[in-house]
C-alpha cells in the first residue's frame, strides 16, 4: 500500500451513519477505515484489507473479560491497529509497557501497528518496545495539544519528530495525526510521509473524499 489515509472514526458515529458513510465513499487501494470495535465486521465485509482498528488488548487470548484480542482482529480481517494514541495514554493512562505489550500481540498474528507517538513519550517507548518490534511498525506523530482543529503542527516539528525517530528506527515509516482536513493535506506532502491520520475531518465522508483525491498522485 503506498499514501496512507485512515479515517479514526473514534466513538462518533452510530451503525447507520457508518452504513451511510461505507456508501458514500468507494473503497480506495491507499484509504483504511477505523471504525468502533462493534462496526468492524460491517467495515471488514465493505473495505476487505483495508481496516484498522483504533485499539486492541495487550493480553493474549484468555481471561480478559471486556477485552478484544489481536488474535481475535486477526480472525475478522483487520490488517491494521492504530495503538498508543495520546487520548488512550490520557484518558485511560496507558503506559508505554502496556502499548508495548499490544505492539507484541499485534505483530505475533500479522497486523501492522500504527505506533503514535508524541515527543514526550518517544523514549520511553523505544526502552519499552521489544527491539526486534521496531521495523514492524508505523509511526505516527500526533500531538496531543492539536486534535480536532484545522492546524496542524508546524512542518518544523514535524521533521524534527521524525528525525527523534529515525534514530532508533532510520527506516522507519512515518506518518502524520493531528488537525488534518481538506485544506490543509496538501502542505503536508512535501515530507516525505507514509500516510495521514484523520479524525474529525473524516467523519464527513465528503471531507474524507477530498483528501483521498489530493493525495492520489502520492505513490
Known sequence: MSFLVVANF????????VQIWLDSVPPTPNALVAPSFLHLPLTVDRWPLAVCSQDVSPFPPGSYTGAISARELKDLGVTYAIVGHSERR?????????????????VDVGITPILCLEE????????????????????CFEPGDGLG????ASLDDILHIKQEITKYVPSAEFMYGGS???????SLLP???KGVLVATASLDPNSFISIIQKVSHVG
Open 90 to 106: 490520557h484518558y485511560f493512562h496507558e503506559t508505554s509497557v502496556d502499548i508495548a505489550n499490544k505492539v507484541k500481540e499485534l
Open 191 to 193: 515530507l516525505n510521509l
Open 149 to 152: 482543529g484545522t492546524t496542524t
Open 120 to 139: 514526550k513519550d518517544i523514549n520511553s517507548q523505544f526502552a519499552s518496545l521489544a527491539s526486534e518490534h521496531y521495523a514492524s511498525c508505523i509511526y
Open 180 to 186: 488534518v482536513t481538506p485544506d490543509n493535506i496538501e
Open 10 to 17: 473514534k466513538s462518533n458515529l452510530t451503525l447507520s451513519q
